[in-house]
């Protein structure tokens, strides 16, 4: 599809926090030369996107459009850009700019880079028929894998998949704490890998789903005598909760050497005492998303091995819709909004 320079593009947005989505349009920037324009066809809802639509981080510009797991096709590009053709299908996650060259840039972690370029945050995003963004955090998506569960893997699944690639081996064993859109995929992925795998949820109807996702283990995180019993079980456990825990039971429920890694972001302030990390040379750690090397190494893993998220599609014009089943926590495990 061939689309005139000058044409405007097509969204949805939030005209102030909180308020429900309204079709919006405007005209984007001039194609840079580093630049893709992208003809959507399906986007991801994030549980990020309503922190933004409420503005619960104070980054939030109005009107605001939503969307940072996004799928399309390429339909124009800038003269710099030559890896990718005219028509290649393609994602973009909440990353889409960095300076490229500071040190974590060159080393590939541009996820780090102190200039990184958020989709949607101050920038419009991919609740849209189009979106514009800088050619070089667009990523081909492999053929064997269907755009709608592909469309989290650009967020969700690299927020999990980064700490399991720098944590995990074969034979660890690996916790997830949270069995949702995040904590399926990690299950997802971590099975892959060929970890033997822990579920904790506060939910015990959630064992047989998550035992259905991959997960060899599962235990309740409201049973106390439950965690105990975990003492020192795991050598890396993933945290996909924003909501306070006993962090010193999951602590103890590493191996030495081990490590807590929180993708969740919490409520309340973390305290553990530093007895249970010097013990053990047990570690905390934080993780967002990944660099562009780790993007493309999560995308063919996911197609080699089959995974991608677990979905329920809805149309683009059912966003509203689909953000108060969210507000709900009524979907399982991930919206896809699609397009035509």
């Not at 939503?66 to 053709?85: F, N, R, Y």
């Not at 990690?186 to 892959?192: C, E, F, G, P, S």
């Not at 060929?194 to 035992?211: D, H, L, N, Q, W």
């Amino acid at each position: 599809m061939t689309i005139h320079e000058t044409a405007r593009i097509e969204a949805y947005a939030a005209q102030e926090p909180g308020a429900s989505l309204a079709p919006f349009d405007y005209e984007p920037d001039a194609l840079g030369p580093n630049d893709v324009d992208i003809q959507i066809t399906h986007c991801g809802i994030c549980h990020s996107d309503l922190h933004l639509i409420d503005n619960d981080w104070q980054t939030s510009t109005y009107p605001l459009i939503p969307g940072h797991e996004i799928v399309g096709t390429v339909a124009q590009k800038g003269a710099l850009v030559s890896h990718l053709e005219i028509g290649a299908r393609v994602g973009v996650g909440w990353q889409c700019g960095s300076c490229f060259s500071c040190e974590w840039c060159d080393r590939g972690d541009e996820n780090l880079c102190a200039q990184t370029v958020a989709t949607c945050v101050g920038r419009p995003g991919g609740f849209a028929d189009r979106i514009r963004v800088d050619g070089r955090f667009a990523f081909e998506v492999p053929e064997d894998l269907a755009s709608e569960v592909a469309a989290p893997l650009f967020c969700g699944g690299i927020t999990v998949y980064s700490p399991l690639s720098q944590h995990a081996r074969p034979q660890s064993r690996v916790g997830v704490i949270g069995i949702g859109g995040l904590g399926h995929l990690a299950i997802r992925l971590a099975k892959a890998m060929g970890c033997e795998v822990t579920a904790f949820s506060s939910t015990a109807a959630k064992e047989e789903e998550a035992r259905a996702q991959g997960a060899h283990h599962f235990v309740s995180s409201t049973d106390d005598r439950a965690l105990k019993g975990q003492s020192e079980s795991q050598d890396l456990i993933i945290s996909t909760v924003n909501t306070p825990m006993d962090w010193r039971r999951y602590v103890n429920a590493l191996r030495p050497d081990g490590v807590l890694s929180f993708v969740g972001a919490l409520s309340e302030p973390l305290t553990i005492p530093t007895g249970l990390l010097l013990a053990r040379r047990r570690s905390l750690s934080g993780s967002p998303i990944g660099g562009r090397v780790a993007m493309r190494q999560m995308l063919d893993f996911a197609a080699r091995h089959g995974i991608g998220a677990e979905v329920e599609v809805l149309p683009m014009s059912a966003v509203n819709q689909a953000l108060d089943r969210l507000r709900r926590n009524d979907v399982r495990y991930r919206f896809v909004l699609a397009r035509g």
